[in-house]
Every structure is written in C-alpha cells, then in structure tokens.
C-alpha cells in the first residue's frame, strides 16, 4: 500500500502564501489534495495526475491555488493570497487516477494530515 507524507503547513497572515508538499512511496499514483475543518466534511481541494500532468482545482480555490508535481511521486500545492476561511488540516491521498477526484471516499491511502492556520 502506497504511503503518503505532506509537509509545509504552518501559521501565516492573511493575504500570505504558504507551499504544501505531498510524497508518495511509490511512484505513479494520481495525488488528490483535501481540508477538513473542525465540524465541516472533508473537501476536494485539487488533483493530479502524473500520466499525463493533468491538474484540477475545487471551484472556491481555482483562482488562488496551483496544483503541481514531479510526475512521479510528489506533488505540491501553491496557497497564495491565503484568508482566515483556508484555515483547515490539508491531507493528500492517492489512487489509480483523478477520476472522481472530489469525493473523499473514492481515496484509498492518506496521509497524516499538515495543519494550516491562516490568522486576520
């Protein structure tokens, strides 16, 4: 089973910008990106696939966030222009390809989460 380990969370200012990283154990796995925060369901935040560099982006984040990888097995996720609403646990996970990508339950592996606080 594929094992995954984010990294980059932290505490930024509103308006900042902070880069998430996403590493795979083995290669090949589509990467998908999510946040949960306290009381909310998990939500998609973005996709990649490494077969092709196909991207996809949440609809409430598409104009502020990128979606990047190695074509291998990491992948990163650029927050700019961050505010206080960002403010979640950011999890990755894989699977075969970005195929339904927004629904949390079609993911088999995650990884242990990095947290990120966006203060006003």
């Known amino acids: 089973e594929v094992q995954l380990v984010e990294s980059g969370g932290g505490l930024v200012q509103a308006g900042g910008s902070l880069r998430l990283s996403c590493v795979a154990s083995l290669d090949d796995y589509a990467i998908g990106w999510f946040r949960q925060a306290p009381g909310k369901d998990r939500e998609g935040v973005a996709c990649?696939?490494?077969?092709?560099?196909?991207t996809y982006l949440g609809d409430s984040i598409k104009d502020r966030f990128t979606i990047s990888g190695n074509r291998k097995n990491t992948v990163w996720l650029q927050m700019n222009n961050l505010r206080p609403e960002d403010t979640s646990i950011y999890f990755c996970a894989a699977k075969a390809s970005c195929a339904g990508w927004r629904t949390p339950t079609r993911w088999r592996s995650w990884g242990q989460g990095t947290r990120v606080s966006v203060s006003s």
């Open positions: 990649y696939s490494p077969a092709d560099g196909s």
